[in-house]
């Protein structure tokens, strides 16, 4: 059954989560091991999440979870139009450049851009409401992430073609209870292929990061020095946070058109001018993030042992919160991506998901009747 358009998934007017994968081409282990050509070519899965994270801190869109593996990748992604509509024009001029700059520096940077280059591009009105739509566009996000990550490898390689099988598959998450189940799903991609034991040696995932931001914090708060990828900046501070708190307030993001590009480096995952690492402090799940590792870490124990357990006292609220069956969590966490195709969620909201969609059914409306009653 072929998927449905896009357009009839992503709505660019709301703010909606969005479950977005690709494959590399052939599902060749372009970003792992290769046995064909017998050689290691896991460094990629960096340029990839480096190019995540600029991404993160340069558009309106939130990063919730992701996973890199050896030959596909999984984004959860939040649009922001609520978010790019308060920027100024000349702060859209300016992320744009960042993005796809009118010239670079030798070394393939951004080239800081003249006074005249911005005036120029804020003199059309058209063309800057195309790139504020473009910041908080998904299609537009995995555009900007994949390619550039195609053709640096296609360049290492010596080779040209396709790198990734398709532009990228898209499923919505229509409400909590899907999130939950889909982080689970990505988090724990590596434990279920067997490749890592537990999620916090699950490197190049949302989980690891947290994990390791974590327990920056922990050190930092008994005074200890800890390492990160910048002064005061933990490994998990371009996600969005977990706790989803109404009031917390989004990142001050107003840039000024004189933001130093020149400071970028080369390659991809440069660092940002801009003042935050992430598009805003909105969380996306009603639980802490002890909550979630300790529900997190349970999961991944049953998927690697195969063996069904009831699942713990202190853990059963979270899920009775969401209104989960237990009996269906571990296999709806296990064979996400085969049970959901074009949107994943409680019975009524895939109804109104499909109806929106001018259809009578979607695939996977049955799992959820029965795992999310």
């Not at 520096?105 to 804020?122: M, T």
């Not at 063309?127 to 996000?141: C, K, N, P």
């Not at 040696?201 to 050190?219: E, L, N, Y």
């Not at 130093?260 to 996306?284: E, I, V, Y």
Request: proline share 7%; with cysteine; net charge neutral.
């Amino acid at each position: 059954m072929p998927g449905a358009p896009r357009k009839e998934i992503f709505d660019p007017d709301t703010v909606g989560v969005y479950h977005c994968y690709n494959r590399c081409s052939q599902r060749a282990r372009l970003c792992g091991f290769d046995p064909v050509t017998e050689t290691d070519f896991s460094h990629r899965k960096e340029w990839i999440r480096d190019r995540l994270k600029e991404l993160a801190g340069v558009m309106a869109i939130d990063v919730l979870d992701y996973a890199v593996l050896d030959n596909h990748l999984h984004v959860v992604e939040r649009n922001r139009p609520d978010l790019v509509a308060t920027w100024t024009d000349a702060e859209v001029v300016l992320r744009w450049w960042h993005l796809c700059p009118g010239r670079r520096e030798p070394d393939g940077a951004p080239a800081q851009p003249l006074d005249a280059e911005l005036k120029s591009l804020r003199s059309d009105p058209e063309q800057v409401a195309e790139y504020r739509l473009r910041l908080s566009d998904i299609s537009w996000f995995m555009r900007l992430l994949c390619q550039p990550i195609a053709r640096r490898a296609n360049q290492e390689s010596n080779v040209t073609g396709r790198f990734f099988a398709h532009r990228f598959n898209c499923q919505r998450l229509v409400d909590e209870r899907a999130l939950l189940a889909c982080s689970m799903y990505i988090d724990l991609n590596l434990v279920r292929a067997g490749v890592a034991e537990t999620p916090e040696t699950s490197q190049f995932t949302s989980a690891f990061d947290r994990i390791r931001g974590r327990w920056q914090r922990s050190q930092r708060e008994m005074g200890k020095s800890v390492d990160s990828v910048s002064p005061g900046e933990d490994q998990d501070a371009w996600l969005a946070p977990l706790f989803l708190d109404e009031r917390a307030a989004a990142y001050p993001t107003s840039a000024a058109p004189s933001s130093p590009l020149a400071q970028t480096t080369a390659g991809l995952g440069a660092p940002c001018p801009f003042p935050s690492p992430r598009a805003s402090d909105k969380g996306f799940l009603p639980m802490t993030l002890d909550e979630y590792l300790s529900l997190l870490d349970w999961t991944g124990r049953q998927i690697r042992s195969d063996k069904r357990g009831a699942i713990p006292e202190h853990l059963a609220p979270i899920i009775e919160r969401l209104q989960i069956a237990p009996d269906h969590w571990t296999d709806t966490v296990r064979h996400f991506g085969r049970l959901f195709r074009t949107a994943a969620g409680g019975l009524d909201a895939m109804r109104r998901q499909a109806a929106n969609m001018g259809r009578q059914w979607l695939h996977g409306i049955r799992h959820c009747a029965a795992a999310f009653p």
